[in-house]
């Protein structure tokens, strides 16, 4: 049971990382966090890529569910695509989990 906690926590502590660095790229830039890196300068497209290694799972359900309401996609889309960003939840929720208790 501890495992299936701990795989829980971890996925958890991944959501919990992608929503805040989502919403403070979007509160500082004005426009949500995408895969179109748009920076001109090296800087921005260094800090526009380690955001979303962090917002990834955001990004990713944010265009599966604008695909789903207007492009019409079959629900197989949707699932995938939850899967895919539970996978990149964890694995950040993982490296952050990891970080935090190393220090």
Known sequence: MSQLATLFFAIATGFVAAGLTSSFYRLVTKKPPSFQLTSHSAFGQIIGVF???????????????????????????MLLSGCIATFW???????LLGLMLSI
């Open 51 to 77: 955001t979303l290694v962090l917002a990834g799972p955001t990004v990713i359900l944010r265009n599966a569910l604008r695909a789903q309401v207007f492009e019409n996609r079959p629900p197989f889309w």
């Open 89 to 95: 939840s964890f694995l950040s929720g993982v490296f």
